[in-house]
């Protein structure tokens, strides 16, 4: 059969079908293609010369047919809670580890399909959320109104003695101690290397840290910052975001909100040494109001996190720095962990999308120049492929790479596959309606997305095979124990990057338009229960217990328990997704109830 990849390569047929990345049958004055979807069709003056196409990233919003600028950044995800009739786990007896996918494409050439595939971007919808007026100020009000109503709703007894008129935005900047200028701000260089400039935004000297504070910023910097850095190597967040949080105040207290909102999933009773509070002067909180349990101090810590943020928005270099894109990270990662005792997402959503607004205003994304942007916009886009995948709501990434998958590092690939992950989850929220063509067309070119970037793996993503244990030798508690063979992958961002592959692929097949026939469905069956047994394996793997790999094994397993038609499969994956949320304390353990009704209905 001849390779479908060829057919991307053409330098034949109608200017829209080329750059739609499909084969025409080049009938003049319009082509068969081009009439089916009711778009232009445009044949060249000449013949042009054959060359490789272009990525997707490199082409300009007026090359796009029936793309407006909007919905060019593709962010459409929703959560696929809708099982299909596939699958069950279990790979073969003597088998370790269960290769990528059933069939290898046909990759004929000397080039390897990377992001040269054409999404038709005007199928996906994107709401108001790229509503260009939207910025740090309304980023600020939405926080605003949240934090308002949460205090209104709550008695005086349950919550601190805080001043909500101090939320009120400040309206004029105050005097300058010092001109806006300093040193070179660390950038893609040594993330230990740390050059802070002076801004009025900043205190000129370390912030010294209370005592009642340092166990909440110790935890963050030992357990918290690692589960963000996971997939960067020069780990960021928990070797660069310290230093900064010691020059800025918001920074700082948004920074204790997530380490004590964490504590507190492990110690939802615990009580924080005696210590009295000693509050900053100015700070709108009477220092007898503080309350000793965890989940008040980070409470405490967030609203002042938010009272900062209204005397310094009026600040133009503030709301364009590295302090306040950290900042709202911080607020969507305290959010997040806010959810781990409810199944309400709501406000976990509208920060995500109020970190987004801060991104834009700075120009971040997953290829920025600074080290720290990337670290914080993937981090993000972490964050919201799960928020997305269970709200049903696009994702909100709208950065197209590019740099060729060919050109990327092992650890740069590593995160490529959360951006792929990012597009199979918005496509998987496209109502399967209208442009059914151009729907399966953008299914088949996600599919052959995730088959390129597994073609070029390097070794680091591959398991370390472990010698089988003789059948003689075996006892019956090692063989009942594990119906699911441990998949053990180092290092664990490159576990995690295949946890994300799978995870992507069951959303595409769950998803994705079939042509029917009894071959297209045993294929899928195999697939599926392929990526379901590799996600598993991973997650039971004595490696991956450990906090940073359960913020990924938790959303992939999830995945999995989709396609398990049996009580069997069910009550496997059931007990190891409960081990994996008994590490992550996170997200809510309600998702065991969902699973169970989503397996209920489809019975």
């Not at 911080?330 to 309400?344: H, K, L, N, P, Q």
């Not at 003789?470 to 063979?485: D, G, K």
């Amino acid at each position: 059969m001849p390779s479908k990849s060829r057919g991307l390569r053409t330098s034949t047929g109608c200017l829209t079908c080329r750059k739609r990345r499909v084969k025409c049958e080049e009938s003049r004055p319009s082509c068969k293609n081009c009439e089916r979807v009711e778009r232009e069709c445009v044949y060249p003056k000449k013949t042009e010369t054959p060359r490789r196409p272009r990525a997707l990233s490199a082409r300009k919003t007026s090359q796009m047919p029936g793309v407006t600028e909007s919905a060019l950044m593709n962010c459409i995800p929703e959560t696929v809670n809708a099982p299909a009739p596939t699958s069950g786990l279990s790979p073969g007896p003597t088998q370790s580890w269960v290769s990528f996918s059933a069939e290898q494409p046909d990759l004929s050439g000397d080039t390897i399909p990377e992001e040269c595939f054409f999404i038709d971007d005007s199928l996906f919808t994107f709401g108001d959320t790229l509503t260009p007026n939207f910025g740090p100020v309304e980023w600020y009000d939405l926080l605003a109104a949240d934090a308002v109503n949460s205090m209104q709703g709550q008695t005086h007894s349950n919550r601190w003695n805080f001043d909500i008129a101090s939320l009120s935005r400040r309206q004029s900047p105050r005097q300058s101690l010092a001109p806006e200028s300093g040193g070179i701000p660390f950038g893609n260089g040594d993330a230990q290397v740390v050059t802070i400039p002076f801004q009025p935004w900043n205190t000129e000297i370390r912030i010294e840290l209370k005592r009642e504070e340092i166990g909440f910023f110790d935890h963050y910097v030992n357990v918290v910052a690692p589960i963000l850095d996971l997939f960067d190597p020069a780990q960021h967040f928990a070797s660069v975001v310290p230093h900064l949080a010691l020059r800025n105040v918001g920074l700082l207290k948004s920074l204790l909100a997530v380490g004590a909102c964490h504590m507190a999933l492990y110690q939802p009773q615990d009580h924080i040494h005696e210590a009295q509070s000693q509050l900053q002067p100015g700070t709108p909180t009477s220092a007898s109001s503080y309350s000793p349990s965890t989940s008040n101090f980070a409470e405490q810590f967030y609203y002042e996190t938010l009272h900062y943020l209204s005397q310094n928005l009026l600040y133009q270099s503030y709301t364009g720095s590295h302090e306040i894109l950290v900042t709202a990270i911080m607020i969507s990662t305290y959010e997040m962990f806010g959810t781990a005792a409810t199944s309400d997402h709501s406000n976990w959503d509208r920060h995500l999308r109020g970190a987004f607004w801060i991104q834009r205003n700075t120009d971040t994304s997953g290829e920025s120049i600074h080290g720290l942007q990337r670290a914080v916009w993937w981090a993000w886009l972490r964050q919201d492929i799960w928020a997305a995948f269970r709200t049903g709501r696009p994702t909100l990434t709208i950065h197209q790479p590019k740099i060729a998958m060919s050109a990327l590092t092992s650890d740069e690939l590593a995160t490529r596959i959360i951006y792929i992950a990012a597009k199979c989850v918005q496509f998987a929220a496209t109502p399967k309606k209208g442009d059914i063509a151009g729907y399966m067309e953008a299914g088949e070119t996600l599919m052959r997305m995730l088959d390129a970037w597994k073609n070029i793996l390097p070794a680091s993503f591959e398991p370390i095979l472990i010698a089988a244990i003789p059948q003689a030798l075996s006892t019956p508690s090692l063989t009942e124990a594990h119906q699911v063979a441990p998949i053990w992958i180092h290092p664990p961002a490159h576990a995690a990057a295949i946890q994300t592959y799978h995870f992507a692929r069951i959303i595409m097949i769950l998803n994705q338009p079939s042509t029917g026939g009894l071959n297209k469905y045993q294929t899928r069956f195999k697939l599926l229960r392929e990526s379901t047994s590799t996600i598993c394996g991973i997650a039971v793997a004595q490696q991956s217990h450990n906090l940073p790999s359960a913020f990924v094994s938790f959303q992939a397993v999830y995945a999995a328990a989709l396609c398990a038609e049996t009580q069997d499969r069910q009550g496997e994956i059931l007990g190891i997704l409960r081990t994996v949320l008994s590490i992550s304390k996170f997200p809510s353990i309600s998702i065991l109830d969902d699973l169970v009704n989503v397996w209920g209905g489809a019975s």
